[in-house]
C-alpha cells in the first residue's frame, strides 16, 4: 500500500519561505514522477509543481515560477517544495501525489496523494 505523508506547512508572513516535505513508503511509487498541487478555501485543486523520477525534468505553474523550487531525494524516498518569496495568496492546503507516468499538470493522472499539509501566508 502506496502512503505519502506531507510535512512542513504552517504559518509564515509574507515574503517568508517554507520547505515542505513528502515521504513516500509502500511500492515504488518514487520511481514515478511525483507533483505538488495545492487547494484554497472555497477553490479547486491546482497544479503547483513535478518533477521526473531522475529529476531532469520539472514543470511549474506559471503562479510560482521562479518562487518554487521542487526537487526530491529518491534514497530517501522524499520530495520536496522550496517556497520562496510566499504571498497571502499562496495559502492553501498543499498535497503531495504520485504515480504518475510522466510530467503532468492534470491530477487526474496521478495515482496517489497525501493528506495535505496547510500553509497560510499573512499580509
Known amino acids: 500500500q502506496v502512503q505519502l505523508v506531507e510535512s512542513g506547512g504552517g504559518l509564515v508572513q509574507a515574503g517568508d519561505s517554507l520547505r515542505l516535505s513528502c515521504a513516500a513508503s509502500?511500492?515504488?511509487?518514487?520511481?514515478?514522477?511525483m507533483g505538488w498541487f495545492r487547494q484554497a478555501p472555497g477553490g479547486e485543486r491546482e497544479f503547483v509543481a513535478a518533477?521526473?523520477?531522475?529529476?531532469?525534468?520539472?514543470d511549474y505553474a506559471d503562479s510560482v515560477k521562479g518562487r518554487f523550487t521542487i526537487s526530491r531525494d529518491n534514497a530517501k524516498d522524499t520530495v520536496y517544495l522550496q517556497m520562496n518569496s510566499l504571498k497571502p495568496e499562496d495559502t492553501a492546503t498543499y498535497y503531495c501525489?504520485?504515480?504518475?507516468?510522466?510530467?503532468?499538470?492534470?491530477?487526474?493522472?496521478?495515482?496517489?496523494w497525501g493528506q495535505g499539509t496547510q500553509v497560510t501566508v499573512s499580509s
Open positions: 518533477i521526473t523520477w531522475s529529476g531532469t525534468s520539472t
Open positions: 509502500g511500492r515504488a511509487v518514487y520511481t514515478n514522477t
Open positions: 501525489a504520485g504515480g504518475a507516468v510522466r510530467l503532468d499538470q492534470y491530477q487526474g493522472r496521478y495515482k496517489y
